[in-house]
C-alpha cells in the first residue's frame, strides 16, 4: 500500500511538471519565431517572479487571490462538477463588500473589516450555489451557466460604478467612494504583502482538512465518485452539492474583499483582472489539491509578476505571459491522459497484493 501511495504521488507530481516544461519549450519555440532567444527569456521569466525581494513581492501579492480563487473550482470538483465561475464572484463580492465597508460608519475597524469579510463571502458563496441549484434540480450544465454568470457579474460592476455608486472625483476610471483609510487590510511588517497572503494559506489549509479528514469531505467524494450511489446510500446529494458550492464561492468571495481592502482601496473596473480565470488554471495543475494549490498559485502568481519585465527586457507586449498560461491550460489539459497509462508509475502485479490462488 504504501509503495502505491508513493507510486501515485510521483505520478501526479512528475506529469504536471513534465507538462509545465513542455509548454515552456512550445513557448520559447513561438518566442524564437519573434526573433528572440528563448534562453532569455526563461532568464526574465525567473528574474521577474523570484529573482530579487521585490519580485518575490509582486509574485506573492498576486499568489494571494490566486489561491483563493482556485479553492473554487477545486472543491465542486470534488463532487464532478466543473465550475469556472470564480472572475464573477470575485467582482461581485468585491462590489458588494466596497459598499458594505462604506455602509459601515461609526464601528471599529476590526469589526468593519470582519463584516466585508462576510459580506464578500455570503455573496459569493450564493453566486456559486445559484450554479450548483441549477445543475442539480434543473440539469443546466454548470460550467455554461457559470461562464455566463462571470459576463453578468462584470457587467453589473461596470453598470454600478459607472452610475449609482459613482463618485464623481473618478474620472479617468469609474469607481464607488474608496474606503476609509483603516478599512484598509494592513501589510506584513516592512513589506509590500499584504495580510490577505496570510488568509489565502490558512484557507488552503481548512480546505484540505474539511476534504480529507472530515465525514463531510468524505461524503462529498462518494458523491464525486458516484452520485447514484450515494443516492442510493441515503446521501442528500442535493444539499452536499449547495454546500460545497456555497464555500467554494466563499472562498472567490474572499479574495474579492482582499482585493477591494488591500489593493484597490474601492471598487472598479480593475477587480476584473483575470484572477479568477487564472484561479482555473491554477486548480487544474494542482490536481485539485487544496495543498498543492498554494505552490501552484506561487508559480502562476510569479508568472503574471514578470509580465512587466518581458515587456522592458525584450519588448514583448505585456499580455505575452497570457499566451504562455493559455499554453499551459492546453498542455494540462491533453496530459490528463496520461494518468494510468504510463507503465512507469503503475506498480507490479506482485505489489498489488493480488496473486494466483492455488
Known amino acids: 500500500m504504501l509503495a502505491r501511495n508513493w507510486r501515485n504521488l510521483l505520478e501526479s507530481t512528475c506529469i504536471p511538471v513534465a507538462a509545465l516544461a513542455l509548454a515552456l519549450i512550445i513557448f520559447g519555440g513561438f518566442c524564437a519565431l519573434e526573433g528572440h532567444n528563448p534562453f532569455a527569456i526563461y ?60 455602509s459601515l460608519t461609526g464601528l471599529s475597524p476590526s469589526l468593519a473589516l470582519l463584516l466585508m469579510a462576510i459580506a464578500g463571502m455570503a455573496t459569493g458563496g450564493l453566486w456559486i450555489a ?18 455566463l454568470l462571470n459576463y453578468v457579474a462584470i457587467l453589473l460592476l461596470s453598470h454600478l460604478v459607472e452610475g449609482p455608486l459613482r463618485d464623481p472625483a473618478s474620472l479617468n476610471q469609474p469607481s464607488t467612494y474608496p474606503l476609509a483609510e483603516a478599512l484598509h487590510l494592513g501589510n506584513f ?18 480546505a484540505h482538512f474539511l476534504i480529507q479528514r472530515t465525514t463531510f469531505g468524505f461524503a462529498t467524494r462518494v458523491v464525486g465518485g458516484n452520485a447514484r450511489a450515494a443516492k442510493m446510500a441515503g446521501l442528500a446529494v ?31 473596473g480593475a477587480l476584473h483582472s483575470n484572477y479568477g480565470y487564472t484561479g482555473i488554471l491554477v486548480a487544474f495543475v ?9 505552490l501552484v498559485a506561487l508559480l502562476m502568481g510569479g508568472i503574471l509578476a514578470s509580465g ?36 512507469w508509475f503503475q506498480a507490479p502485479i506482485a505489489d498489488s497484493g493480488e496473486g494466483e490462488r492455488g
Open 43 to 102: 532568464a526574465s521569466l525567473y528574474e521577474g517572479a523570484f529573482g530579487s525581494w521585490f519580485s518575490w513581492q509582486n509574485t506573492l501579492l498576486r499568489a494571494s487571490p490566486l489561491m483563493l480563487s482556485a479553492l473554487c473550482t477545486v472543491l465542486p470538483a470534488r463532487l464532478g462538477l466543473i465550475i469556472i465561475g470564480n472572475e464573477g464572484a470575485i467582482v461581485i463580492s468585491g462590489l458588494v463588500a466596497a459598499v458594505t465597508g462604506l
Open 130 to 147: 445559484i450554479i450548483g441549484a441549477l445543475r442539480h434540480y434543473r440539469g443546466v450544465n454548470e460550467t455554461i451557466s457559470s461562464l
Open 189 to 206: 511588517p516592512g513589506s509590500r504583502i499584504h495580510y490577505g497572503l496570510l488568509w489565502g494559506l490558512v484557507t488552503c489549509t481548512i
Open 238 to 268: 442535493g444539499k452536499l452539492t449547495l454546500a460545497i458550492c456555497f464555500l467554494a464561492g466563499s472562498c472567490a468571495g474572499l479574495a474579492g474583499m482582499i482585493e477591494v481592502a488591500a489593493v484597490h482601496g474601492r471598487a472598479n
Open 286 to 294: 494542482a490536481r485539485q489539491n487544496p495543498l498543492a494549490v498554494t
Open 308 to 343: 512587466s519585465l518581458l515587456q522592458r527586457a525584450h519588448g514583448l507586449p505585456d499580455a505575452t505571459v497570457l499566451l504562455f498560461q493559455g499554453l499551459v491550460f492546453l498542455v494540462i489539459l491533453y496530459s490528463e491522459s496520461w494518468y494510468g497509462r504510463m507503465a
